[in-house]
């Protein structure tokens, strides 16, 4: 029983870290894009100082192409959505695992909250909602919640 209650402490810490997340209007999609833009910038700009260019051969500064910015910024952000809600699910099933169900209810409660901080983001300036987010929230659930039920499945029939 001492170990569900301190899975329940861990939940509630994560709980209160996406929330807190979700209230820095940072951690928006344009500051996730001009982030990702800076370190392609300093990658080419630490590669440009490290291999010595050829004297006949012009030093031409490129920007970063917007679509690969793009991209990165979507692959960055939905898979924090999948990381960030699949760990939170498995520490509500981690807190209720000797509850009938628990793997269902892990899945409905990160669900909930993931609409919950979908509506909550929509008050916070700078911050857009979106339905598909609370997808990819529920998407992490599913594939942490599943990889544990593998894992727990595999150590009981060893």
């Known amino acids: 029983m001492k170990k569900n209650k301190w899975w329940l402490v861990l939940t509630i810490i994560w709980l209160i870290l996406i929330y807190s997340m979700t209230e820095m209007s940072y951690f928006n999609g344009e500051s996730t894009s001009t982030a990702i833009e800076k370190t392609i910038d300093r990658t080419e700009t630490i590669k440009k100082k490290i291999v010595k260019p050829d004297d006949t051969a012009p030093i031409v500064s490129q920007q970063a192409d917007p679509r690969i910015i793009h991209h990165l910024n979507v692959f960055f952000r939905k898979s924090a959505h999948i ?76």
Do not use: M, N
């Open 83 to 158: 990381i960030v809600f699949g760990i939170l699910a498995i520490c509500i099933y981690q807190s209720l695992k000797r509850s009938s169900y628990s793997y269902v209810l892990a899945l409905l409660l990160t669900f909930l909250y993931a609409i919950f901080d979908e509506w909550h983001q929509s008050f916070i300036p700078e911050r857009t909602s979106a339905f598909k987010d609370v997808l990819f929230d529920t998407f992490g659930a599913c594939i942490a919640l599943l990889l544990l039920y593998s894992i727990s499945r595999g150590k009981t029939q060893a």
